[in-house]
């Protein structure tokens, strides 16, 4: 899948401009590659177009205009995109409640680290989380948004096609399962087949 690059990014008066529609258009999107595993945990699975649309907001909210600014949060947010045969995913701890939260994080810590793809009965593929993830032995309280990926052979690929798939969280104090849905297999279908 291709990476974001500089000439793909609107100034924020063009995307203002297209900002409205854009926003639609990834909510539907989002949708579509959203996994909620548990009561506390959704993962949305990334690529270019969810990518690209967070590097614009971030410019918007910052309103970054200087070339190394944007290209600081083009090169940060390119690492979310996946490389061939690989899936992508933001997992979110969603925890609305301000003293749940603080009472739960401390219990969640290495959950990045206990995530799993399941590939009918023959495939088990850990996720692989960036390096920000392992902070969170340091500080002692898990971190409520992590970047995960999954890097799969080509059989894997083909039997992720054919098979069921299932994502875990197999954490001590967090375990969860679930399907990943038809809508939502068919997308990270299409992003295993880009180059």
Request: aromatic residues 8%; hydrophobic residues 35%.
């Amino acid at each position: 899948m291709r990476k974001v690059t500089r000439e793909d990014i609107l100034n924020i008066y063009e995307y203002e401009k297209v900002r409205p529609e854009k926003v639609k258009e990834i909510t539907q999107l989002k949708k579509r590659r959203r996994v909620h595993l548990g009561d506390k945990v959704t993962l949305v699975f990334e690529n270019f177009d969810t990518v690209w649309f967070q590097i614009q907001e971030m410019i918007r909210i910052e309103r970054l205009v200087k070339d190394e600014e944007v290209q600081f949060e083009i090169d940060t947010y390119n690492e979310l995109i996946p490389g061939k045969n690989q899936l992508s995913a933001t997992l979110f701890i969603e925890i609305p409640d301000e003293k749940e939260r603080k009472e739960t994080l401390p219990k969640l810590v290495g959950i990045h680290d206990a995530v799993y793809l399941h590939i009918g009965n023959k495939y088990t593929i850990k996720a692989e989380a960036d390096e920000k993830s392992q902070m969170d032995y340091e500080e002692g309280k898990a971190s409520v948004v992590h970047f995960l990926k999954w890097t799969l052979t080509p059989e894997q690929v083909d039997a992720f096609k054919r098979e069921p798939v299932r994502i875990e969280i197999n954490h001590e104090n967090y375990k969860a399962m679930t399907e990943i849905p038809p809508e939502v297999k068919e997308e990270l279908i299409r992003d295993l087949e880009s180059e």
